[in-house]
């Protein structure tokens, strides 16, 4: 992926990458991910990336996650530079500031939907104890699974658990919401309402494979295979 | 190998106690067919300077070291044997004793001078018990030193060694006491008879003990061991599930992919012998080596015998390969669908258990879950650990056994606090009012005692025993009855014996008639109780009753009782005995403190709980390398959780906490079943001690102490087992934990 483009609502930018550039070891030598990628979202924008298996969307995700670091350039959130953050600062700023809807959903599966909610309130102590299980609640019911707050993941469906993962990415209220490739299961309704919920000071950030789904809200469009291109 | 080793000294057969021996009666003796060999020599009691404190001393001496036959003395270092005026000492008394050679070492003999001797060099007797653990110094004089030292320069002990190796402990009595009547018309006066069990060192009993010990922990180690491979094959599989699937989908048959796995253990196998095999040989050089110590001697010459190699390589390639076909064969069955579709966390979770407790934070939650999560592999830890803990918690509560034991042996049923041995019998009377009359003492009475021994046929002699004459109204010892009755002033036939008497014949049942040979003369008792006695076979009965059998009541045997301050192996008390009755012309030949020999009791038989608690934290090792290998897999497996978990704001502390509370969930979870099962493992281990060493009341209720302390033990044991692993989650990168490839 190289490329340098904005989805700019008017907002200021809530993210931002500079001359981004993500190298890999691999057995012929080091592989680049990312090259030169330059890239502005503003707040309250819902930005989808595109691209090819292996075309860089998942190492873009994570960049801006903190779940990994870029070889050079820079990552800034907000006024937080993530890749300037140590560890220790990363798992708290990541707990608050970034939600993360992951392929396959991956929920806890020892734990409830509503558990697995309330997991990052836990871990990030954003809510007072008292009030965690009843904002999960409120947060699953939003997406319609309030009902199934306490079964196990593996008594959920496919769509569930994606809205309980959602739910769990919601929890700290995070600035950035991010998905990677949710595999077709982003049915339009469940798209609708996590625009709904995304509000005008969250930006939220789709990685898909090949061909946008019915996402016809989304402001921003990135091609990984290419040029990046946004509407 | 101990046997061997203890048979080529040669020992005794029986030891007899003369006036004194000389060249005609040593022919005679060697002239009876049943007698292969015969030795004279003379044991004496003595003192000798340990360390700046008077210590007791048994002083060796015969006319012919060099060609001594029975009880064989090798030499170790310095000279052999020993001059006129100087001592050789026996190499297991060396440490106890300070002594070097070329030094100085000072012995007293009765109420004589003390004599600086030189000591000229080290010896080794192996059919001596080791003197650091009997408390004493052995050494070897002439009977001219013996003379300088002021003592009889005759010999007064005649061993033999009968011809017929094969024959019983009372076969040897037969000969023995026909040795005796040779002496008697050889106008020699004779004393007492002394037989062992034919072909047992004295320290036998501990031997087996630990042997036994040693080979209940080896099965033990053994399969838990076996958990450990299943737990590791199990998560193998796990981990290469897709890998298998794929597999399947290319044609492998699940055969082909058991037969694969298995050969996987069996290289396992091969590897862990490579490396236990030679660790083992040198464990089991230094164990011989400690075990050598406890029966003094050494295990120079001995090899390591092929079969045990075998053994050890058999077990270490068969056991995994048998114990990985279950995990092995289960995997193998998984359907190719099932195996692909191996994407995300696992699909199951134990809904279950602790739902509803909301009181507990999600990690805390998830900690308590997890820990519950593959419950064969949970249970098999458990298992490991409960067993280490139960033997652990067992092998506490028995010393406790023997602590309560050893307190009510010399705390409650003896309460005299020195027991005098003089060199000549004296009339009771006596002896009470000279020893009465020394400064200090509080209280005396004057026992009989002679060597017994049952009669069980015309000519056939079993067991042999101490048979005590006891005042009926003594304030110096408090023998409760465990059975039947205790004596009155009035009985003249009957006796009460010790548990340890009739347990090794069960002939002095209460009610029944024994017939007893006491000096040669047999006599009819009525066995009327039993008591608690202590490690040593005995029996009681009254003066009066003695003094029928015996024909007078004169005796050398007087029990003391004296403030604590005066009693020690410096005490006044025992200087002022010595010096005060010498002037009385009550030689002392021996002052034996209470104390000592309970500190000699304790010494022998902790010595075996040493050994077990070593064993138990043998076993606490397995149990505490199975929760880490469980914690190892739990990490590998839960790599992506763990990404997760980090991804949504877990730090690395979070993990680390998550961790180490699922690996102490299992621990404490152990401890609790440990407590429960200490009981029964108590009642084998007390009822195994008991039948090897002395009964000892059971403790099987589990000791708070013993409870906490393996609480501590499984505590540290968690944190450390876990702490690997967990450090090791935390350093995967939260990218490569969520990779799908």
Redesign the interface.
Known sequence: MTSSINASNGASHLISLENVTKTFPAPGGLFTALADVSLTIDKGAFAVIMGQSGSGKSTLL?LL?G??RPSSGNVHVGTTAVNKLS??EM??W???AVG?V???????????AA?NV???M???STWP?GER?QRALNLLERLGIADQA?K????LSGGQQQRAAIA??LA?EPRVLLADEPTGNLDSRTANSILAMRGTTRAALCSWFSQLPSVSRARGRFSTHGPFCAE | MTREGFLASNPASATIRVDSVDESLLNAIRGMPQVAAADARRMVIARAMVNGTWGSAVLFATTDFRNLQIGVVAPRSGQWPPADGTVVIESSSVDFAGAVTGEPLTLQLGDNDPVSLKVAGIAQDVGLAPGWMEHVVYAYVTPATLAKLGGPSSLNQLQIVVRDKSLSRSQVRQIAFAARDLASKNGHLTFDVDVPEPGKHIHSAQINSLLMTQGIFGLLALVLSGFLVINLITAMLAGQVREIGVMKALGASGNQLAAMYLGLALVLGLAACAIATPAALLIGRWYADFTSSLLNFNTAGFGVPRWSVAIQLAAGTLLPVAVAAFPVLRGSRISVSDALRD?????????VLL?GI?GL???L??AL??SL?KQQRTLLTLATLAIGGAVYIGALNLRTSIRGSVDYLFGTINRYDLMVRFSEPHAPDSLVNVVEAVAGVTGVEAWGVKRAALSIGASQLGVSFPLMAIPPGSRMVSYPAAEGRLLGDGDRDAMVVSKTLIGEDSSFRVGATVQIVIDGKTSSWKVVGVVDGGPQPLAMTTPPAMKLVTGGDKTDLTVITAPAGDVSAEGRISRRLRQELGENGFSVASIQLVAENRRILEDHLLLVVSFLLVMSQAMIVVGGLGLASTMSLAVLERT??IG?????????G?ILALLEVESLVIGIAGWIIAIPLSIPASVIIGKVFGSIMFPVPVTFVPQWGAVLEWLVVVVVVSIAACAWPALRATRI???RA?S?E
């Open positions: 994570g996650s779940i990994d560890e220790r798992s708290s990541r707990g608050k993360i992951f392929q396959f959903f991956q929920l806890l599966p020892t734990l409830t558990e309330m997991l990052p836990d871990f990030c104890v299980r306490d196990f993941p593996a008594k769990r990415a700290n | 994407f995300g966390l696992g699909a199951r979770g134990n809904g739902r909301d934070g999600r990690p939650l998830l879950r997890n999560r992506r959780e997760v978990m980090r991804a949504i704001g877990a730090s690395h979070s990168t939260i990218a969520l799908y």
